[in-house]
């Protein structure tokens, strides 16, 4: 991993899969009193909250381990710990950070398991390959959804609003920009892979889609009038 700016931008790509799945809180919409008020207010929220705790971890570590001995090392909490002579206290943090997760795995690689079963590589990919795999495919789709606000309040005027986004169109071009940016700063091999299982799905879904859509298969495509 590079230093400097660079080093930051390619840590933030790939630390971002601590941040996926603030998201599911929208599965509980059903039950919420106001949809439009409190889910909002519980995604960004949540998100505030674990980055302030992120970012405190991350200033005490750094304060008590100097930065280039991380270098290598995938238990950065413990080793902190380690340095500081609670070696009691670091066994927990491990244990506790391999249950933490397995249990984020688990739930965030859900939708990638038929990319998975089709790669024959379940349980194969390395954890660091795996969380770049997903990261890119998240921010992919965060980009489209972004650019989507855009077009659909252009093109699907009657469609209800129950959720609405400030500053537009500012706001979605900004977060489908900074997608795209964290995108770019992942491996080449990631970005590689990604749009190679890309063109894989899209020729799998239009030609699906055009041998088994409903009105090419009973020949009742609309005609437009001139």
Known sequence: MPFGTRG??????????????????????EEVRNPG????????????????????VAAVMTGIVP???????????SLALQFAGQNW???????????????????????QTRIAYAMSRNGLVPLGVLAELINIGT??????????????RRTRLDLPRAFRVPGAPVVPL??????????????????????????????????YAHRNALLHRHGNVPHTSS
């Open 8 to 29: 930051m931008f390619n840590a933030a790509a790939l630390v971002f899969f601590a941040f996926i799945g603030f998201d599911a809180v929208t599965s509980a919409a």
């Open 37 to 56: 008020r409190d889910l909002p207010i519980g995604i960004t929220g949540s998100l505030i909250v674990c980055t302030l705790l992120y970012v405190t």
């Open 67 to 77: 930065f280039a001995q991380f270098a290598g090392v995938d238990h950065p909490v």
């Open 89 to 111: 206290t670091a066994g927990f943090v491990d244990l506790g950070a391999i249950l933490g997760m397995t249990t984020v795995i688990l739930v965030m690689t859900y939708g």
């Open 139 to 152: 921010l992919s789709a965060f980009a489209l959804v972004s650019v989507a606000v855009l077009v659909l």
């Open 174 to 207: 900004i977060s489908a920009g900074l997608c795209l940016f964290l995108m770019a700063h992942l491996q080449s091999t990631t970005r590689i892979a990604f749009l190679v299982w890309l063109v894989i799905g899209m020729v799998i879904y239009f030609t």
